[in-house]
């Protein structure tokens, strides 16, 4: 399966932005897909995830209420969108997927985006 991100970009604090995730390949990879993030000098962290099959989400503590992941089935897209982005969202994000079922399971994730950066200042 291939994923690439788009959507990345620079702005304000209190700005939003829209990521995408466009995924190629087979889909039976994709059953879980999601964002993670990766600021300079620290750990990737998982940022939201969602079963395709299902529908739930899930998101990481620091985004909880900010940050939305949706699947756009029939246009092979996951999106993230980001509302009340701060300083501290900055980082490259990348699109993950992995073909279980524990899509909250953040260390399952094996494909990947190449990334999207996105800087808020």
């Known amino acids: 399966v291939q994923l690439v991100e788009s959507g990345g970009g620079s702005v304000r604090a209190g700005g939003s932005l829209r990521l995408s995730c466009t995924i190629s390949?087979?889909?039976?990879?994709?059953?879980?897909m999601s964002w993670f993030r990766q600021a300079p000098g620290k750990e990737r962290e998982g940022v939201a995830a969602v079963y395709t099959e299902g529908g739930a989400r899930y998101y990481g503590n620091s985004v909880v209420g900010r940050f939305i992941i949706s699947l756009d089935s029939t246009k092979n897209t996951v999106y993230l969108q980001m509302y009340g982005l701060k300083p501290e969202d900055t980082g490259m994000y990348f699109c993950?997927?992995?073909?279980?079922?524990?899509?909250?399971?953040?260390?399952?994730?094996?494909?990947w985006g190449q990334g999207t950066q996105v800087t808020v200042s």
């Open positions: 390949g087979n889909s039976y990879t994709s059953n879980c």
């Open positions: 993950a997927s992995h073909s279980g079922t524990l899509c909250s399971s953040w260390t399952r994730y094996s494909n």
